[in-house]
């Protein structure tokens, strides 16, 4: 079977990492709708985490976009300095874009990680104070 992968020979090893992906996805997991249902509920916890710290804070930290994908957002906060370098350094992984830090939850995520990001900001929002 021929597959492009930037118009070179498929990669023989291509498939049958695909499969296995997919057959963890729907062996290991139970499948999409089960693996979506998990990280909807860490980015709510993280949702109403950030409605906390910033009750808590008195003040808004970030402009938390009306609609977004339910596993995941891109946060633009309002606070001063380099936020999501400061993630970085703290080894929590999400992406810059546009001016925002883009955010997901999956399988491998837990409640921890969610508690550990609301931590890291809560903790660079007390540096910054």
């Given at each position: 079977?021929?597959?492009?992968v930037?118009?070179?020979?498929?990669?023989?090893?291509?498939?049958?990492?695909l499969?296995?992906?997919?057959?963890?996805?729907?062996?290991?997991?139970?499948?999409?709708?089960?693996i979506?249902?998990?990280?909807?509920?860490?980015?709510l916890?993280?949702?109403r985490?950030?409605?906390r710290?910033?009750?808590?804070?008195?003040r808004?930290?970030c402009?938390?976009?009306?609609a977004?994908?339910?596993?995941?957002?891109?946060l633009?906060?309002?606070?001063?300095?380099?936020?999501?370098?400061?993630?970085?350094?703290r080894?929590?992984?999400?992406?810059?874009?546009?001016?925002?830090?883009?955010?997901?939850?999956?399988?491998?995520?837990?409640?921890?990680?969610?508690?550990?990001?609301?931590?890291?900001?809560?903790e660079?929002?007390?540096?910054?104070?």
């Open positions: 079977t021929w597959v492009d930037g118009g070179r020979p498929g990669n023989p090893v291509l498939l049958p990492t499969l296995r992906s997919l057959e963890l996805i729907h062996t290991g997991f139970g499948g999409p709708v089960p979506l249902g998990y990280s909807s509920q860490l980015m916890a993280l949702v985490g950030l409605a710290l910033e009750a808590a804070l008195g808004p930290l402009a938390l976009p009306a977004h994908a339910p596993h995941m957002v891109g633009q906060f309002l606070i001063a300095g380099d936020v999501h370098s400061h993630f970085k350094s080894g929590i992984v999400c992406s810059e874009r546009s001016g925002t830090s883009r955010i997901g939850f999956y399988v491998f995520n837990t409640a921890a990680d969610v508690d550990r990001l609301l931590d890291c900001l809560r660079y929002c007390q540096d910054m104070a």
